[in-house]
Nanobody, 113 residues
Framework: QVQLLESGGGLVQYGGSLGLSCVAS????????LDWYRQAPGKERELVST????????VYSASVHGRFTVSRDNVKNTAYLQMRNLKFEDTAVYYC??????RGQGTQVTVSS
């Protein structure tokens, strides 16, 4: 059974840091690139970052470039999104998504003052 399970969300102060994890199971994790998306209330889903299968190439949206870092551990079947210098506009539900495989249920990140 294919599963993607995010964790690590929560409440964080403006300017703070938070790390998300996405644990995959039910498929060969290392065969697929992985995307991190986010969706804020009333807004369209935004592609935040992409990491290649081997983790040797990453892409970031302009809104998070320089603040977020994506990585993966193919032995642990886990992807990570390290977020720093968080802003109010980073508040959203964050999802990991593997194209053609599926998407996790999401984890809420809330940035407060």
């Amino acid at each position: 059974q294919v599963q993607l399970l995010e964790s690590g969300g929560g409440l964080v102060q403006y300017g703070g840091s938070l790390g998300l994890s996405c644990v995959a199971s039910g498929f060969t994790f290392s065969d697929y690139a992985l995307d991190w998306y986010r969706q804020a209330p009333g807004k369209e889903r935004e592609l935040v970052s992409t990491i290649t299968r081997a983790g040797d190439n990453t892409v970031y949206s302009a809104s998070v470039h320089g603040r977020f870092t994506v990585s993966r551990d193919n032995v642990k079947n886990t992807a990570y999104l390290q977020m720093r210098n968080l802003k109010f506009e980073d508040t959203a539900v964050y999802y990991c998504d593997v194209p053609q495989i599926g998407r996790g249920q999401g984890t809420q990140v809330t940035v407060s003052s």
